[in-house]
């Protein structure tokens, strides 16, 4: 019993979560925000199947992304004039996740036939060809405005129309639970194991008798049938896809949220793409230099925490696992660390947010306001200041890390010295 | 000393700061700006933004809208990107912002008609009215065109017609050679063309029709030269813009290319600074545009406004270059007040139709479409000039001399738009 | 026939280009196994510097000086950023370079602004110097082809007849084995990397001014340059050389003889869709594919033979 309620809990808990969530942000931009997050949480797990489970380092995964998401908005649209059999938008998603299936399983073929960097190359290439395509062909893909629909194609259950972004938030919160729900038993099948074996070490595979390039295939096409699920998802809340959905830059961008949200872990992928699209969403209308951030951050990640955010969570399971308490002495230790790491963090903030307005300072804006303080680019003070504040955050990192570091050595010794419960 | 001030500073500041951002805007009638501001292209939104928030307070100076009232400008960034601006369209219905304008991407465009069509349809209370000020897209204002969109820029039909009518003018004009980019607006372009030539400068021969994988992917444009350069054509014609345009025209210079080019976007600042003089004037590099700096009609216009113009450059340190933005602001301001009323339907009601005068002719916002009609200048790039291009404080040394003007009436096309009204 | 030949010599003019920047991608991966995403940065960082140096001082100067600084960048990345990542794996350093290029781009725009500079050809070479079927070819692109040439016959001097070569060579074979004799192999793969930036350097000071010198332009050449690699074996300066010098021709022979799907319908004897969803399909010609022809190449290549033209390792 108790072992079924810590198993169920979490996803009961996320169920619940889901459905509270439209109570506490009303707005329509917190809406579309939540919606959009969501289905990109189904994006990046989609992606990580690849990347985290499968070893395979794809930059071109956006296509199927987006190609379902074509073919959502045409087949509305076909709806709308009659052509095609009526399918209800509740289950457009799963029409989307069969587009993204095919081409996956078409290029999948192709592409999984090798792992690593020659597999990264292919899909670098496909990415670059589609995009092309969808330039290039004008009446399917109708260039760079992209098509648009209206998802509002007829009643559905229980009066639902999908009108109010309310419904389709509620569509995008349950396709996101489902997926999450049916991608985590995946990991867990003989297919998840042997996918993760294939990552680690696909001679040894091959030698128990798999074909590591059928495991690799299998997981791309599911991978792809996920991430059409989501390219649906899209084109029913934003009622539009353009060229952008398969570009390069969206693939890049979900492995951004992937690999900083961390790829070793299942939630992992879920914490990035939450992250990464709140932060992006949110500080482009405050900063310019969002875009720096975003890389600095990334590099970061893999330079000294390659296991991503998730990873330092993980890190301290089985701490917590043996018991709770052994987590109070890190507390100290780690918010010296904390405190130090965003002390420097702010001071190179102000510094990067002071070049910038000198370069680029458009002559409307008389004022920059750092951290809600009026700072003058133009004199010494903020300079010092803000190198002031970098600097000092930047020598209390490098004394306050070796306690943090000892914190966790300690306390990890202590939980492996007591037994679990 | 100093920093103790600041410290200070701050403390006293951070509530005030706090206040103000809850109070701001209590009374003023609220435009919103859907631009890229972050990411590649940011510097084409923000240029928009600057000009957009200096005309608006020019407006707000003489007095303002609606008996006092402020227009303000609220930047809302879409980073290029279709998603963003359906995101912030919907905080712009949060915000209960009741007028927006974009014109950076015309895939954005139409997403914003398409949007304000369907929230103004499920929510007439709450309609949202749409100023664009750049998207080209000809069927914005034809089969697509809506009550709520309304086109301070000439769209692509009109521009190539200007273009044509100019050709068929210039005698040295034999064969001409067509290079486009491969996707919706550069087959417009091509198609408008195809026809107008025709139809307007019959005598001129089309010796070569290109389209090109558009976005910066074409690296070397050599061979495209060679091509030209075989089919013996004297004047080029290419809706190309970005590097696709720069590159096209510094491949021509270099290969002492003889040939003019006509094109539409070749005065944006970015274009300018990447080509640059020497290119540029090689290749006889024409554009059509609403005016520019160093038309003769430009010493012509109203006093005050010669003023705030010398008030912008010496403030901004750039060039006038897209009057259409100042266009917008100042329709937007003279339906509010012929309105007499914030609400979208009626100000849409009150732009209909309204003229303004414009340097060589009246505007006129077109009832039927939405579309504004006004005289079009080509003008070649050339040195010594009164006022050179300067953009951000750095003077090109190049600018625009007129060739010649195309009056309203070889540029007014029909519409095929059936205008449903609310 | 006249024509034909005419599109090959653009085709390598164009070619060598490619070969120039591509040849320090191929030094790195084949020294250190790292597929440098950030490659193309480099090459656009070189290309800023150049403008920056000949603002200050001349062409000549930027030449030499600008590779020099963007080499020591590089250098500098990889003492402090990529050394620490090498432990986690190539994919792990191909993900820190894609992010570098990332923040590179970002700090061109904050540094030069976000439109081209205006990075000129210099004027003594501007005039044409000779004219072939109507066409000037300027003092210039022959001298971007004497500076492929000369960059491609010194690293291959320098790999074949000198000590440096013969360590670099040994170290990609076997670097353990080349350790245990006492080089010190970090110390190495930071140069090399370095010297590898330095040659896109070199490509961005020659090519800036021809391509076109704005913070875009790093985007737009970096998959080309991939292209290249990977089609001529990834590791082989030979192959790079000749994929680069293939892409250039067919692109230009795509272009010259503009045939469409269209025309080979109509062939076939079939009638051509002009209304129906695929009809771009039928109106597609090679010249407006062109650009996109090496991506298919890249694929189709890796399919059937993923090691690349003379790659002697997979990818």
Known sequence: MNMLVGRLGPWIGGAIVLIALPYVFSSGFALTLMSQIGLLIVFALAYNMLLGQGGMLSFGHAVYFGLAGYFTIHYLNFIYEEEVPYIPVTLIPLLGGLVGLFFGILIGYVSTRRAGTTFAMISLGFGEMVTALTLVLVAIFNGEDGIQTDRVIGEELFGVTYGPNIEVYYLIAGWCLLCTLAMFLLTR?????????????????????????????????????????????????????????????????????????????????????????????????????????????????????????????????????????LLAPLLIPYARFFAALVASVLGCIGLIEMLYFRSSRLSTETELIIFGIESDPFSAVPWVVFTGIAVAGGFAVRKTLPSAVSAWNTAIADARALPRG | MALIKWVRTFAVMLPVVLVAFSARGADTVKLGLIEPFSGPIAAVGRDTLEIFEFFANEVNQRGGVLGGRHIEIVP???????????????????????????????????????????????????????????????????????????????????????????????????????????????????????????????????????????????????????????????????????????????????????????????????????????????TRLKQVTEMHENDPLYDQQPAELLDTYDR????????????????????????????????????AAAMEGMTMEGPAGPL??????????????????????????????????????????????AIELPTTCEMKRP | MESFIFAMFNGVLYGMLLFLLASGL???????????????????????????????????????????????????IERWGLRPVHRYGHVAELLFTFGVAYVIEELVQMIWGRVPVPYEIPDVMAGALFTWQGFDYSIYRVFMLVVSVAIFVALFALLTYTRIGLIIRAAVSDPIHVATLGHDIPRIFMWTFGFGCALAGVAGVVGGNVLGTEPAMAIQLGPIVFVVIVIGGLGSLGGALVAALLIGIVTRLAIFYDYGVGSLILALGLEIDTAGMLRDFTRITTAQVAPVLPYLMLVLMLIFKPRGLFGTRDV
């Not at chain 1, 590099?299 to 301290?316: D, K, N, R, S």
């Not at chain 2, 060039?319 to 602001?329: C, F, G, L, V």
């Not at chain 2, 009832?367 to 003008?379: E, K, L, T």
């Not at chain 3, 020294?31 to 800023?48: D, P, T, W």
Request: proline residues 3%.
């Open chain 2, 364 to 409: 006129v916002m077109r009832g039927a479409d939405h579309q504004i009609i006004f005289p079009m200048v080509i003008s070649t790039m050339a040195e010594d000039l009164e006022r050179p291009y300067i953009y951000e404080g750095d003077n090109y040394e190049v600018a625009f001399a007129t060739d010649g003007w195309i009056m309203s009436d």
């Open chain 2, 76 to 282: 809302l960034d879409n980073a290029m990107n279709a998603e963003k601006t359906t995101q912030q369209l919907r905080k712009v219905i949060d915000d209960d912002i009741r007028f927006v304008s974009q014109g950076v991407g015309s895939n954005h465009a139409l997403n914003i008609i398409k949007f304000l069509q369907r929230h103004n349809r499920r929510n007439p209370d709450q309609a949202i009215l749409y100023l664009n000020h750049s998207a080209v897209t000809t069927s914005f204002t034809n089969e697509l065109c809506s009550f709520w969109h309304f086109r301070f820029d000439a769209n692509v039909d009109m521009k190539v017609a200007a273009l044509v009518t100019q050709l068929g003018r210039d005698p040295s004009v034999q064969k001409l050679y067509m290079l486009n980019q491969n996707y919706a607006y550069g087959q417009a372009f091509q198609v408008a063309a195809q026809q107008m030539l025709a139809e307007r400068a019959p005598g001129i021969e089309l010796v070569g029709d290109e389209l090109i994988v558009p976005f910066g992917k074409v690296l070397d444009f050599t061979p495209y030269i060679a091509k030209i350069k075989a089919a013996g054509a004297d004047t080029v014609l290419t809706g190309n813009w970005g590097p696709d345009l720069v590159r096209f025209v510094k491949a021509a210079s270099e290969a002492n290319l003889d040939a003019s080019f006509y094109t539409i976007y070749a005065g944006i600042p970015s274009s300018v600074a990447g080509i640059g003089a020497k290119d540029g004037i090689a």
């Open chain 2, 312 to 347: 912008w450059r010496q403030q901004t340190g750039k060039s006038i270059y897209s009057e259409r933005m100042r266009w917008t602001i100042e329709f937007f301001a003279a339906a509010l007040n012929k309105a007499g009323s914030d609400d979208p339907a009626l100000v």
């Open chain 1, 189 to 325: 099948t003989p297919f998840g194991r042997i996918s993760n074996a294939v990552r680690d070490n696909a001679e040894r595979v091959e030698f128990i008798g798999y074909s590591s390039q059928r495991i690799r295939w299998l997981a791309f096409s599911l991978s792809s049938f996920f991430a059409g699920i989501a390219g649906a998802l899209h084109a029913v809340n934003i009622e539009h896809v353009g060229f952008e959905q398969v570009s390069v830059l969206q693939s890049g961008l979900v492995l951004f949220m992937v690999y900083i949200g961390g790829t070793g872990s299942f939630v992992g992928p879920i914490i990035g793409a939450t992250l990464l699209y709140f932060l992006q969403s949110t500080l482009t209308g405050v900063t310019e230099a969002w875009v720096l951030y975003l890389g600095v951050m990334f590099v970061a990640v893999i330079m000294f925490f390659p296991g991503g955010l998730a990873g330092l969570i993980t890190m301290h399971q089985p701490i917590w696992r043996v018991h709770s308490r």
């Open chain 3, 26 to 76: 191929t030094l790195i991966f084949s020294m250190m196994g790292v597929l440098n995403f950030a490659h193309a940065s480099f090459f656009m960082l070189g290309a800023y510097f150049a403008y920056q140096i000949s603002e200050g001082l001349n062409f000549w100067a930027a030449l030499i000086v600008a590779p020099v600084i963007v080499g020591l960048v590089g250098a500098g």
